[in-house]
């Protein structure tokens, strides 16, 4: 679990694939306290969580499974290319931003980028299955980065960037285009799945209805 607070901008050291086709990412993170980093232990890197399985005094290797490459962009890193880095949270750590999982739900598209006073503001573009997860004012993850919801499109949203997380992350390097990873708010997924068994259970406990056969598509009301 994370905080969405990105402590340090890292760099891709090596990209290797395996005889399987799966990665080993190797990355340079001279900013992150790895320490008490141990094999096994888990790090963020654009938002995504992975397994440390091999620790230096400044940098770390991590396996990419085909799940993790089929739901992110990290099979398109380089040698030298920035990446957010984030160390696990512990229970005596600081909540700054909002739980993050580390489970990337998608990719989204920098849409447009426009200057708004000393801050600047992305619209990004979501996948369709995502947009219901996204609300005004809400809280979403962007490449790691614990981020508020400040508008609304019908398939966009826009983020206020105030100068100091432009400087501490890798959204500097953002331009319209870009493609970035996506997590939504645990409180949104959980909520949908606590509300399904519910709903399930009424429609069971009433039986067979003109509304329940409508909607599984047995009428076609005109």
């Known amino acids: 679990m994370f905080t969405g607070i990105i402590e340090t901008v890292g760099q891709v050291a090596k990209v290797l694939k395996s005889p399987a086709g799966d990665l080993k990412l190797t990355v340079n993170a001279k900013g992150l306290d790895l320490a008490n980093t141990r094999l096994g232990d888990s790090i963020a890197v654009n938002g ?32 030298g290319e920035s990446v957010n ?24 598209r920098v849409e447009r980028i426009e200057p708004s006073g000393r801050s600047t503001r992305y619209w990004i573009q979501a996948p369709e299955a995502l947009q219901k997860y996204i609300a005004h004012k809400g809280s979403i993850t962007v490449d790691g980065v614990s ?26 390097s953002y331009r ?3 493609m970035v990873h996506l997590e939504v708010d645990l409180i949104a997924r959980y909520l949908e799945r ?29």
Do not use: Y
Request: aromatic share 4%.
């Open 176 to 178: 319209v285009g870009s």
């Open 147 to 172: 981020l508020t919801v400040n508008a609304l499109e019908a398939q966009s949203f826009c983020l206020n960037i105030v100068p100091h997380t432009i400087q501490q992350t890798i959204i500097s």
């Open 48 to 79: 995504v969580c992975l397994t440390a399985v091999d620790i230096g005094s400044d940098w770390f290797t991590a396996d990419v499974s085909f799940e993790t490459l089929e739901h992110t962009r990290l099979e398109q890193l380089r040698a």
């Open 85 to 108: 880095l984030e160390l696990a949270l512990t229970l005596a750590s600081r909540l700054g931003g909002h739980l993050v999982s580390g489970h990337v739900d998608g990719v989204g």
């Open 194 to 222: 606590l509300l399904m068994p519910a709903e399930s259970k009424q429609q069971a406990q009433a039986g067979l209805t003109l509304e329940s056969l409508a909607r599984a598509g047995f009428l076609h009301r005109t």
